[in-house]
């Protein structure tokens, strides 16, 4: 695929996801302006609403001034009447990662990633850029910078992992300009240092992966058994139909901050729901709450068994420690069997020993860096007085989820090199039992080889 074609194509996904994304708030706010209102109120200001809702979910800060009738209205005192809203609905900002990722992963395999990636963070930037001009309701206003540079860098950096994804699969054919850079940098390692950086990259991103997997069973769980609470809280807003569309519509927007919350809850810290609150392992403190049915989930459950919660990032970090060293050891000794030049050199038994600690700690980092991340994307303000702190403390959850998952992967990667290296599949013609040998020519495609990344840069 040619550069051109390649950016052309970035940029038309982009736009229409983006446009897309928008009008799942159009549609609903619209059919509030026809049915709820007759169509006797400005629909600019419903536009409006549905650009508010795109730039809230990529993550975009609001400012409001309620104004003395609207705070009389709402309960707010007249000195907390301007404030700050700065969590993102998920919702929309899963759709433009997703995004990024797909243009990534596409360029990357056309062996144009960096042009792919930057054209649709480029278009998704216009495009917010442009939201934030005509979006807004009177006292609401978002950030202009914010608008066209949030919604860009999710693009940018789901683009930058699906590109890395896809260029690793693909190995030397994947490579371009800006991931041959990378290569090269990756083939200077010495091997048993590119091992243990595979090593934790790829134990803690399954550890935090298998985390947030258990967070959503936890939540679909929750909205199954408090299902009665839900949908008493629903009826007692007395929505009319377009209102429960958006509400409903809403709500699903908000299922990835509940996913990225009880994962914070699954590792310990938990999460709040305004000042002075705290839902975790621990317990559950709450005072009043804003009116969401889908809040009416939240667990009220013992200290006791909130606790054994801990054990799912205890035995995801174990088993990923396990795993994964395992099958990098087994590859190395592929490699190693394939290319007797590139056999490392003999090092003391401490070394190798270290190296596995080293892998499960580094492990717990990589997950403690994606679980934090997501934790604080999906916190912050969500309106005056006591909702000023919504979500849970990135930092904890960070070094929760380090610890939690980091102790037991050591023990993992140490458990895989008492364990010895997984036998391969023997050769046509070998006795069974006998070792495998693979053929000299024939190395993993995702090998890093040196000569292959000079050859195709060139």
């Known amino acids: 695929m040619s550069r051109t074609t390649t950016i052309l194509l970035a940029a038309l996904e982009a736009f229409v996801v983006a446009a897309a994304g928008v009008g799942l708030a159009v549609v609903p706010l619209a059919l509030v302006w026809a049915i709820s209102t007759g169509m006797a109120a400005d629909p600019a200001m419903f536009w409006g609403a549905a650009a508010l809702a795109w730039l809230v979910g990529n993550g975009v800060d609001l400012a409001v001034s309620l104004d003395p009738v609207a705070a009389a209205a709402l309960g707010v005192p007249e000195d907390s009447a301007a404030f700050g809203v700065t969590i993102a609905v998920l919702g929309f900002s899963v759709l433009t990662v997703g995004t990024g990722a797909h243009v990534g992963r596409r360029s990357a395999g056309g062996g ?36 066209a540079v949030v919604p860009a860098l999710l693009v940018f950096a789901g683009g930058a992992v699906g590109a890395g994804i896809e260029a690793t699969r693909l190995g030397a054919r994947g490579t371009d300009a800006t991931t041959g850079r990378l290569r090269r940098w990756l083939s200077a390692l010495d091997p048993a240092w590119r091992d243990a950086l595979r090593v934790a990259l790829r134990a803690g991103t399954a550890a935090a992966v298998g985390i947030v997997g258990a967070a959503a069973v936890a939540v679909a769980v929750a909205l199954a058994v408090d299902y009665a609470t839900v949908v008493g809280l629903w009826q007692s807003l007395r929505a009319d139909v377009p209102g429960g569309i958006v509400l409903a519509l809403g709500q699903l927007a908000l299922l990835p901050n509940l996913v990225a919350w009880a994962a914070a809850w699954i590792v310990g810290p938990g999460f709040a729901i305004g000042a002075g609150t705290s839902v975790s392992a621990g317990g559950t403190l709450l005072g009043p709450v804003p009116g969401l049915p889908v809040l009416g989930a939240i667990p ?38 394939g290319r007797p030049e590139q056999r490392p050199a ?29 934790a604080w994307w999906s916190s912050g303000a969500a309106g005056p007085g006591r909702l000023d702190e919504v979500g849970p403390e990135w930092w904890t959850v960070a070094v929760a989820t380090a610890t939690l998952v980091g102790v037991p992967a050591v023990l993992g990667a140490v458990a895989s090199r008492v364990a010895g290296p997984r036998p391969g599949p023997a050769p046509s013609g070998a006795a069974p039992g006998s070792p495998a040998t693979p053929a000299a020519d024939a190395p993993d495609a995702r090998d890093l080889s040196e000569t292959d990344v000079i050859r195709t840069t060139e």
Not at 131 to 145: M, Q
Not at 310 to 329: E, I, K, N
Not at 362 to 374: C, E, I, S
């Open 112 to 147: 144009h990633a960096a042009s792919g990636v930057l054209a649709a963070a480029v278009v998704t930037g216009i495009a917010g850029f442009a939201l934030g001009l005509t979006a807004g309701v009177p006292g609401i206003a978002p950030s202009a910078w914010q608008s």
């Open 300 to 337: 009220k459950l013992d200290p006791g068994l909130g606790y054994l919660a801990l054990l799912v990032p205890v035995l995801l970090g174990f088993a990923a420690g396990f795993l994964v060293h395992r099958s990098v050891d087994a590859r190395r000794s592929r490699r190693a069997a």
């Open 346 to 374: 003999r090092r003391p038994a401490a070394w190798t020993w270290a190296f596995a600690v080293g892998e499960g700690l580094a492990a717990g980092v990589v997950a403690g860096v994606l679980l934090g991340a997501l």
